[in-house]
Each structure stands twice: as structure tokens, then as C-alpha cells.
């Protein structure tokens, strides 16, 4: 007997499905608020040189403008636009006195420009402070700045293979707590760093705690849900990241301070801790581990939230020993057993490719925040916005075209979109901002499906390895994206070549790959290289279950 029929016995989609998803809801509305948090704590305000008698003012009114523009005028030397330079300004003479006279202040000063010596002004405007002002990451050091992006996303990579590993051996349950805590704890140390330094390990520390509830989630849920709804588990969950976007845009527009804006984006962290208490560990992983009379707790939990009270007396546990789920329970499965056989080696070598190109597409686009035109908080709200429609039509259509073909040519359309943008002249700024948005819309349903179609390619033994490995690559993908944006200072075209021709080859790429609409979830290595989860359609597999619920001495002959 297989998992699936007991869970479509004891209600394999309803109150108690839903309540693991609407929990499990959180932590993917957490996500993206660190994630993308990038753009808004660390935005680089307009700056120029700290000139004596500015004394840190940059906006003024009304006389102290007018002597506030003479002396940019006189000490700041004007770009080749004619915009005032940001990082240069003319020598001063060593005597110069901060009450003296302005004509005789900059009077004599030579028309030799030199790199600030007084550190900078900044336009506190839009931003009250960012990493940028706090520790001056500009000019020169504005690299330091954008590594800071890199550095979480290193933490998320390398989350993703520890997770991995630690939630295929301990359970989904206790990696989510893990995750809870370290997250709001390191997100804590971030807003209180007092160096650069303490920031940017406490910031990849951060990445490395969130990815726990990045890749057990979705495996939670899909491993609870039945064949007939695991596409809407799938992609409903997601919509959680994109309720994330739209909520951090509000949260950055209202909150300017950097270090009171990570808090804020934190504390969701500390509900989860509380409401984990509720989210239930995965039974299919307890059997596929040998405990079955934890499995059988949660069983009976199902079945009764579910309503079916009749049901929970064939949940013994010797029914439940005769669920096929590993070839051996007491066999502790690790990253290599995703190479030792042949049809894993081609899910892990085809997956890895689609998964880095996913994040590599979908995060080129994502940091590209000022493309359009529109201010930053706009533009964070209206790419969270149109990931609602990718998700609902992802999963409006998914069942009918399947998950290779969805996972294929939405990866190929994104390419083609991205690519087709770089040809049309800027003056068409509204096709453009069309065509970027519609772009993004499916780089957003490869990345849904690419969640759910991992959980259903990898066997549930290795499941989480599967994904800590798809993830890792992926982070990857994710960290290299804003260095491939940093291309355009070089060749125009650069990028969009680079991010269209990725994803058109790693879609062409996923046709390789088995179909998994309406299969059951491959438990065990077997599984995947058998084929035996395959073997009967959900017409067979309810002549099955009717021939079970015949009598106890069926159900023996059938599990067995
Ligand atoms: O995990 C990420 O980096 C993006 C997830 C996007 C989604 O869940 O729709």
C-alpha cells in the first residue's frame, strides 16, 4: 500500500491541509521581505563632498540655499552632464576658515579636483539613513556596498545545502523552528551592527537561517497534499512570497531608517516561533524514517480534522508498516545518493540547470528595480503585484499543459521577453515597461513551478536533499545576477543577452525531464528509477482502495 491511498482515505486535501498551508503561509510572506530587502536599506541617496560651512546640510530653503548652491557651485566640480561630480571636489587652501568670507574662502582655491577629504553630504530626502550613509559605502567604496547583497546570498546558498541535509535527518518540523529563531535572531544583530563588518556577517548569517524555511516549506506541503491538489498547494503557498513583495514595498515606503526597517521586517520571525507549535512534521518523512507511531499521531490528527472518524481505526500500526515509503528505514540517506543512480543523475544534472537559471532570470530582473521610470517603492509594489496573476494562471494550467512543459516554456518565453526588450528603442518606454512586466510575470511561474515540480521529481527519502541541492544551485544563480547587471557599464547589450540565453537554453533543457502531473510522489529511490509510482492512474488507484476497504484481510494482501 502506498501513502497516497491513506492520505486520500483520510482527507488528502481539506481543513487540516489547509490549515498547514495557511501556517505555512508565513514564512514564505517572510521571504522576499529579506530577500529583496537589498534595494531599500542599502539605496545609495544623491551625495557630494562635505565643502567646509556645509556642515552636513544638503537641502535647505530659501537664503541658506542660495549660499548652499554658491558653494557646490565653488567647490564642486560638474560632470561632463553637467550634474555636479558625487565624489570629487576642489582643493581648499590649508588655511581656509569655516567663518571666513565665501569669495575668499574658494577665491584662491586651484581648479585641481581630488577625491572628497571630508566625507560627504547627503540628500536625506528619500532615505533617512542606508548601510551607504552610515559607513559612507560610496565612490569608491560603493562596491563594498553592493557586495552586501552577495554576501546574504552567499548565506542563502550555503543554507541550502545545511538545511537540506539537517531536514532529510531530523524532519521538516524541528528546521523550521531552527530557521524561526536564527533568522530573528541574526535579523536582530543587523539592525543593532555598529560596523561594517558586523553588518555583513550578520546579514549572511541571516541568509543562511532563512533558507531553512525557504526549502522545507514547500516539501511540508506537498508531502501532505494529495495527487489531485498538490498543484494548488504548490502554487497557492507561493503566493505568499508575492503578498512579501507588495508588503515590503508599503514597508520601505513608510519606514526610511534602515535599521528600524530590518526590525520591522524581522519581527514575522517571532509569530513563526509561535505558531509553530501548530505546523504538523511530515508523516510521509516519519514513515520513510521508521517512526511510525509518530506518524500515526499525525494520521489520526488528519483524519479526524478531516472527518473521517471512520477511517482512524485502520490507522494502526500495523497498516501503517505496511506503507512502502524507503527500501530501508534505518538507511540514512545523504547529497551522494543523488548521484549513484542513473535517472537521479539526469533529474540532478537537468534540475540544477533549470534552478540556476530560474533565480539567475528571475533575480536580473528583480534588481533591475529602477528600470522603470517609476519610484523604487512603485516599481517593489507593482513586481509583487504582477507575480498574482503569473501564480493563479501557473496554477490554473498547470494540470492541463503539465509541469514539463509549464516549467519549459516558461523559462523560454521569459528569455524570449527579456531579449526582445533589449532590442526596442528607449523611446517606446511604455512597451518596454510592457514587456519587462509580462517578462517578469513568467519568470515568476518558472520559479513557482520549479518548487513544485522539484518536490515531485525527487523521492521523499531525498527530498529535501533535492531541494537544498536545486536551491544552492540556485543561489547561485541569484548571486551572480547583479554582478552580470554590473556588465552594462561595458557592453549595452550584455545582460539581457546573457540572462535571455540562459533561459532559453535551461527551458529547452527541462524537456528532458520525466512528466509528474497526476503521478503519485515517488517515495524511494526505486521509485524514481522503476518507475513503480507511476503504475497506476487515480482510476486504478480508486478500484484499488475500493478492493482494500473490502476487508482487513484484503488490505494485508493489497499493502503488502
Ligand atoms: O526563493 C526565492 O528566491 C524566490 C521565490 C519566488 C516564489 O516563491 O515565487
Redesign the pocket.
Known sequence: MRFEDVLREIGGFNKFQFLVLYILWLP?VI?PLH?LLHNFISGVPPHHCALPRLDGRFSASGAEKEELAQIVALGIPRNSDGSYSSCKMYTMPMDFDLNGDLSVLYGNRSNVSVPCQNGWVYDRSQFTSTTATEWDLVCDNKKLNQALATFFFIGVTMGAVVFGQLSDKFGRKPMIQVSFVSSAVFGIIEAFSSSYVMFAIARTLCGFALTGM?ITTVALCVEWTDVKHRTFTGTII?LG??VGNMLLALLAYLIRDWRHLILVVTSPCLVGIIAWWWIPESARWLLANGRVEEAQKYLINCAKMNGKYSYTKKLDIENLKKITIAEDSNKNHSYLDLVRTPKLRKIVLCSGIFWFAV?FT?YGISFNITGFGLNIYLTQFIYGVI?VPAKVGTYLTLDRIGRRNGQAWSLIIAGALIGLNSVIPTEFAAVRTGIAVIGKGFS?AA??IA?LYTSELYPTVLRQCGLGYTSFIARIG?SLAPMVILFEDIWHYGPPVVFSATAVFSGCVVFLLPETTNVQLPENILDVEEGRHTLSTEAERDVELNEMNSGPADLQEKGS
Open positions: 514564505r521571504l530577500f525557504s507561493s512570497w508575492s533565480a528571475y507575480e515568476e520559479f513557482t518548487f541569484g
